[in-house]
């Protein structure tokens, strides 16, 4: 009767054996004797069709690794009956007593075997079980523990990333080092960028204004930041050729910053005069308001040049087609990769992802950014290195060549 | 002075939010928790900066008589119609509020109207682009026909060979490139905060030393 595929399984003995001495029990000792006799004979009955749902083997607490503190990991192997179908479910149980006080802090489906039990205090100790259920049936584990939680200082699944970034800052710092003690640092042309001058040049020309778009995002974003040290080196010559620079802003502190770096690159070339508060102001947040804000401006003001420079999204297209009516020169720069082909479609000279970091030190050509520079470039060769070294040993390992992939510990996360 | 204070400020919040990558105790990871908590109550006085920069370039523009201040009229009435419909009822983010009817009924229209200029502009840079002058843009076109082709019916019934040839293109050379592309941006990105948070770039702050 208790034989699973033809083993007998201990639990399950101890079950039938309690249903046997609870019917002999209810039999000599009951009052109503006929009456308990037809339940025990129901609980016999009900143990013969169903017995107990098999709680989870091999339940295991850890301290979870690489984390903030106060969690523990709880895992465990399935209960024999998920494969008959007969468990919907697994409950987590925790008590700081083996003996007393377990309390439900978890719940998962039958298909888990782990839950991660988060929000105790640290270096207390705890003590768990696991329940396999289904419906009001539930069969629990024996008491595991005891186990506390503690923080951890490292998280070892980034060690990778934290080489890589020291590699990245000394090669940074030492071509930063170099530049500073005079070595001659060869930069490649980018034509985007040499036409600026020739830009600023046709629109003192023409007498018509420079339009400087930063794009729609905020100042945590870095390729608004670039956009702003662009926007330094732009200003200084707008300032030079006493051209009127409008800078439109999506944000607010953005144009707080570009207020101030403007006003400081006409102090610098000596023109405080010509800074116009004005010229650099703030539009709107909303992103097709400020296309038509800008667009707007670009038909009214029929700017000589046009300068995108920073992030963008669908709004690319429609200024720099915009910009095309009105027939001004346009350089873009993005790191935006989707945006990138509108730009390029739509512009006379295209930024295209890295180098919109460049342009600032291509500009000044200040021997220490361009120091920077070179150390990024270097790094660039170290990984377009390890890619090719990557690839081969993927393939060889695919193929069969060599056993182990030995590259993987390299691009391996958590 | 005036340049020593921002540069160690951004020194040591720039290496802090570096480090606590690495780092995931909960006494590193609240104070970044914190830190980002500044950053949105200074977002919130940021706006107040905004509204102030927008009413004052728009009143200079009435008061000395732009060409265009007509439009400085417009958009300093929607300012206030806005800011007064939230204040007058007490929940202006309830629907049927007159703040929530003028949202949905002005502002969305109208920036939906914006999105889908971009069909118009798409159709018209489409057109610049495939102009088959140089051997880039023969490829580009060729490139573009077969991608098009391969993402409806009709190209399967000119040939069960396009859709394949639309999986490659999409799949090897574009996507090569657009990692290569990330590549360097990521890179780029690294450089330059880096460079930030070290003061090596100060352009940010106006330039100069």
Known sequence: MFADKGRLSAERLNTGLA??????????????????????????????????????????????????????????????????????????????????????????????????????????????????????????????????????????????????????????????????????????????????????????????????????????????????????????????????????????????????????????????????????????????????????????????????????????????????????????????????????????????????????????????????????????????ILLILGVIAATLAATGVIETNFMAPLYATS | MRRQIPLALCFIFGAFMAIQYFIPHHSVADMQERILMWLQTLLAFAFLLGTVSLIKVHYHKIRNRADDRAYSYVALAGLLTMIGLGFIHPDHNLPGSPFSLMFLNVQVPIEATMFSLLAFYIASAAFRAFRARTLEATLLLVAAAIVMLGRVPIGDLIHEGIPDATRWILEVPNLASKRGVMIGVGLGMMATALKIVLGIERAWMGGGD
């Not at chain 1, 149980?93 to 929000?119: I, K």
């Not at chain 1, 270096?123 to 024996?142: Q, W």
Request: with cysteine; proline share 5%.
């Open chain 1, 19 to 384: 249903v046997v001495s609870f019917a002999v029990a209810a039999l000599f000792l009951c009052p109503a004797a006929a009456l308990c006799q037809s339940e025990a004979e129901a609980a016999a009955d009900s143990a013969a069709v169903a017995p107990a749902i098999a709680p989870p083997a091999s339940v295991d607490v850890v301290d979870t690794d690489n984390d903030r503190g106060g969690q523990i990991d709880v895992m465990w192997e399935p209960s024999p009956d998920v494969e008959l179908g007969r468990v919907e479910f697994y409950r987590i149980y925790r008590s700081t007593h083996p003996d007393t006080g377990f309390a439900q802090v978890g719940r998962v489906g039958y298909t888990q075997t782990q839950y991660v039990d988060a929000g105790m205090e640290d270096g207390i100790d705890h003590y768990y079980r696991v329940s396999a259920g289904a419906g009001e049936d539930e069969s629990f584990s024996p008491v595991i523990g005891p186990v506390s939680s503690r923080p951890h200082w490292i998280d070892k699944t980034r060690i990778n990333c934290l080489v890589a970034v020291v590699i990245f800052v000394t090669a940074i710092v030492y071509f930063v080092t170099s530049a500073r003690g005079g070595k001659e640092l060869f930069i490649r042309r980018l034509p985007g960028l040499d036409e600026v001058d020739n830009a600023v040049g046709r629109a003192t020309e023409m007498g018509k204004p420079i339009l400087y778009i930063t794009g729609l995002s905020g100042i945590s974003d870095v390729a608004t930041i670039a956009a702003i040290n662009i926007l330094g080196e732009v200003a200084k010559k707008t300032a030079e050729y006493n051209t009127r620079l409008i800078v439109p802003c999506a944000d607010p502190i953005v144009m707080a910053v570009e207020q101030e770096v403007v006003k400081e690159a006409y102090a610098e070339m000596g023109r405080p005069d010509a800074y116009n508060e004005d010229d650099v102001f703030y539009l709107t947040r909303s992103q097709f308001a400020y296309v038509a804000g800008v667009n707007g401006i670009m038909v009214r003001q029929r700017p000589a040049t046009i300068l995108y420079m920073g992030m963008f999204y669908a709004e690319s297209l429609v200024l720099a087609e915009t910009g095309a009516s009105v027939g001004s020169i346009q350089i873009a720069g993005t790191d935006a990769v989707t945006q990138l082909p509108f730009f390029i479609t739509s512009c006379d000279y295209t930024l295209i992802g890295e180098e919109l970091y460049a342009a600032s030190a291509y500009l000044s050509r200040e021997p220490v950014l361009l120091g920077g520079l070179k150390g990024q470039d270097t790094v660039k060769l170290i990984v377009g």
